[in-house]
Nanobody
Framework: VQLQASGGGLVQTGGSLRLSCAASGFNLGYYSIGWFRQAPGKERDKVSCISYSGGRNYYADSVNGRFTISRDNAKNTVYLQMNNLKPEDTAVYYC?????????????????????WGQGTQVTVSS
């Protein structure tokens, strides 16, 4: 199981970035995928989550209306489109999946239920 997060970078306030999480070694279509972020000195927080079964996606209140999670099962990749970025969005962003397919920890607290993690991609938003 491997997850490769990419797409981070430096952007000005109000700008946009699209993060990608490419999976290898398993079929991402059977898995729920979460995006998390961690700023220096802070806990790792769940930003967004998409369930394997469809339905409503999860967004943290701080990003709701600005971020959109989506998946392309043919490319085995999940995306996080981030618009209207703010300096407080600055963090390392990680994608993660549960150890088992057809599990949906999107509604669980924090990182609970997520077992495999990508290496993270840095997002920096300048004011």
């Amino acid at each position: 199981v491997q997850l490769q997060a990419s797409g981070g970078g430096l952007v000005q306030t109000g700008g946009s970035l699209r993060l990608s999480c490419a999976a290898s070694g398993f079929n991402l279509g059977y898995y729920s995928i979460g995006w998390f972020r961690q700023a220096p000195g802070k806990e790792r927080d769940k930003v967004s989550c998409i369930s394997y079964s469809g339905g409503r996606n999860y967004y943290a209140d701080s990003v709701n209306g600005r971020f959109t999670i989506s998946r392309d099962n043919a490319k085995n990749t999940v995306y996080l489109q981030m618009n209207n970025l703010k300096p407080e969005d600055t963090a390392v962003y990680y994608c993660a999946v549960p150890a088992w397919s057809k599990r949906s920890p999107c509604g669980a607290r924090g990182t609970v239920g997520f077992d495999y993690w990508g290496q993270g991609t840095q997002v920096t938003v300048s004011s």
